[in-house]
């Protein structure tokens, strides 16, 4: 029914940049957020940034004021503009949909597949 499709990883040096998509499809009624978490090699997945549907935005302490979050609500995509990448954001960024398929139906987090990110010193 839904599907959450990923694209913009890739390999990039040290205090260059990447822009990640990803688009919502299939039967949604309504999203009340989307954000994007990451997991590195052997550590747990962490929340990396969050936005609602009402355009508030949190973010990890360690990409603030380095990444940004933002949101197409007409097309149900989410990005995540990162610049100045370090080695240490080096991880599989996973797309995260909070959202319900009809009305007055509960709400559920939806994940994508995962892409990865590589920055290299």
């Known amino acids: 029914q839904v599907q959450l499709v990923e694209s913009g990883g890739g390999l990039v040096q040290a205090g260059g940049s990447l822009r990640l998509s990803c688009a919502a499809s299939?039967?949604?009624?309504?999203?009340?957020?989307m954000g994007w978490y990451r997991q590195a090699p052997g550590k747990q997945r962490e929340l990396v940034a969050i936005?609602?549907?009402?355009?508030?935005?949190s973010y990890a302490d360690s990409v603030k004021g380095r990444f940004t979050i933002s949101r197409d609500n007409a097309k149900n995509t989410v990005y995540l503009q990162m610049n100045s990448l370090k080695p240490e954001d080096t991880a599989v960024y996973y797309c995260?949909?909070?959202?319900?398929?009809?009305?007055?139906?509960?709400?559920?987090?939806?994940w994508g597949q995962g892409t990865q990110v590589t920055v290299s010193s």
């Open positions: 299939g039967t949604i009624f309504s999203i009340s957020a």
């Open positions: 936005i609602t549907s009402g355009g508030s935005t």
């Open positions: 995260n949909a909070d959202l319900t398929v009809r009305v007055a139906r509960p709400y559920y987090a939806y």
